[in-house]
């Protein structure tokens, strides 16, 4: 069967599902479509994914959209027993639990700031909005850098499917050029997670 994963590889949410293949060795293919490479708005690819946008998971005829839902699919049909995704209902639970937080606390904040500072022409930059985003980013941050200082992982000791969402964007929050306000616990994690080939070959990248 043959997988393909659909999407520009400077996609944050492309990212999340190509360190999730790479962490569980599964063979994939990966098509550029979205952003520049345009693509999303054709028949075909919004018969596999309705809101347009990357990335899109195809495994034969099954095609999956959202990218936490990507990772979590990957996991329970291809690894049951990787403890990037443990079954225990409980453990399982906390990792979703910080895998939602990312799209509803980290998202919104975190894109202000991105999107002010590396996609925006300086001379169009909005002072007021990028500063707002950047405390509310550190607010966001600070949730799991309370985690952080007490383990090394998100959810614990190793590892899982709660690092992914955060750890994709972190990379971003310490290559960005502003006066980062400091996070207990932020700094080494991000530097536990550069230490993945994974993360280097898929997250850890110039930003454009
Ligand atoms: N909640 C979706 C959001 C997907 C999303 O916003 N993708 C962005 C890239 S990060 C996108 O498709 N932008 C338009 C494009 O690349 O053409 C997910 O997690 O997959």
Request: glycine letters at 6%; proline letters at 8%; aromatic letters at 10%.
């Amino acid at each position: 069967m043959q997988r393909i994963l659909w999407g520009r590889a400077t996609s944050s949410n492309v990212m999340k599902a190509l360190w999730a293949l790479e962490e569980l060795g599964l063979p994939y293919e990966r098509r550029d479509v979205g952003g520049k490479f345009g693509q999303t708005d054709t028949p075909a690819y919004r018969a596999m994914n309705p809101t347009g946008l990357v990335p899109t998971l195809q495994e034969g005829d099954f095609t999956l959209w959202e990218s936490n839902a990507i990772c979590r699919y990957l996991c329970h049909a291809h690894a049951p027993h990787s403890p990037l995704w443990p079954q225990d209902p409980q453990a399982r639970a906390r990792i979703d639990r910080w895998m939602d937080a990312q799209q509803t606390v980290l998202n919104r904040p975190m894109g202000v700031v991105f999107w002010g500072l590396v996609r925006t022409p300086p001379e169009k930059r909005d002072a007021a909005t990028i500063a707002q985003g950047i405390a509310d980013t550190a607010k966001a941050y600070a949730l799991i850098g309370e985690e952080l200082t007490k383990h090394p992982y998100v959810a614990g000791d190793r590892l899982t499917l709660a690092d992914i969402p955060w750890g994709v964007h972190v990379h971003r929050w310490f290559t960005m050029a502003f006066d980062r306000p400091d996070v207990p616990g932020l700094r080494a994690w991000y530097d536990r997670l550069l230490e993945r080939p994974a993360y280097r070959a898929h997250v850890a990248r110039p930003l454009e």
